[in-house]
């Protein structure tokens, strides 16, 4: 398996711009988070589906932040719109389990730098 | 409040000493615990993990790590390290009650040879 892939790697926007970011879990996994990763703040879990469906999104941190999960093989988390302190490396990671119950499997993740 | 705590930010070893990275942890139950690696533009990957059991884990790369519950810490271990090893370390604790999942701050380490 190819693992979790996540584009774009690298993405440079400029403020009040719309950001989509984009993960492929690995196949056959029925869960998939979204973690945010800043040297303030560390790993932050923004939200995560089950079978498709957003089970927990209490770390989104505003309305401008936007996740879905259309299909098991594709999500997206959108900020719309952006702003510099959104810059921060995003992480998609999938699993076969249950949160707290196993392996998370992390892509490489996607640096945000917002001007 | 649940939490995860690594009191080293930074660590510099000489390759081929042996490692110690804490990690202490606040929960009333026992939790389940994980040391991940994260590489420079990387991914986490998982190191080892501790569900129950035998306190002493193995994981992969060489590392352990040993579950002590009276004082609630999950240090990680390696006897010699490779100048590979240098990486940022995260531990992470999950509750099976209220479904929480929390990643310590990290420790940097950095390997000179």
């Known amino acids: 398996d190819a693992g979790v892939i996540q584009s774009p790697r690298h993405e440079v926007t400029e403020m009040g711009q719309e950001v989509t970011l984009r993960c492929k879990p690995i196949?056959?996994?029925?869960?998939l988070f979204w973690y945010r990763q800043t040297m303030m703040r560390g790993l932050e879990l923004l939200i995560y589906f089950n079978n498709n469906v957003p089970i927990d999104d209490s770390g989104m941190p505003e309305d401008r932040f936007s996740a879905k999960m259309p299909n098991a093989s594709f999500s997206t988390l959108k900020i719309q719109p952006s702003e510099p302190r959104d810059s921060a490396v995003y992480f998609c990671?999938?699993?076969?389990?249950?949160?707290?119950?196993?392996?998370?499997?992390f892509g490489p993740g996607t640096r945000l730098t917002v001007l | 409040a649940q939490s995860v705590t690594q009191p080293d930010i930074h660590i510099t070893v000489s390759e081929g000493a042996s490692l110690e990275l804490r990690c202490n942890y606040s929960y009333g139950a026992t939790p389940y615990l994980f040391w991940y690696v994260q590489s420079p533009g990387q991914g986490l990957q998982l190191l080892l993990k501790y569900f129950s059991g035998d306190t002493l884990v193995q994981g992969i790369k060489g590392f352990e790590a040993e579950f002590k519950r009276s004082q609630s810490s999950f240090n990680l271990r390696k006897p010699s390290v490779h100048w590979s090893d240098a990486a940022e370390y995260f531990c992470?604790?999950?509750?099976?009650?209220?479904?929480?999942?929390?990643f310590g701050t990290g420790t940097s380490l950095t390997v000179i040879p």
């Open positions: 992470a604790v999950g509750t099976y009650t209220g479904n929480q999942f929390y």
């Open positions: 196949s056959g996994h029925d869960y």
């Open positions: 990671a999938s699993s076969p389990y249950e949160l707290t119950a196993d392996t998370q499997y």
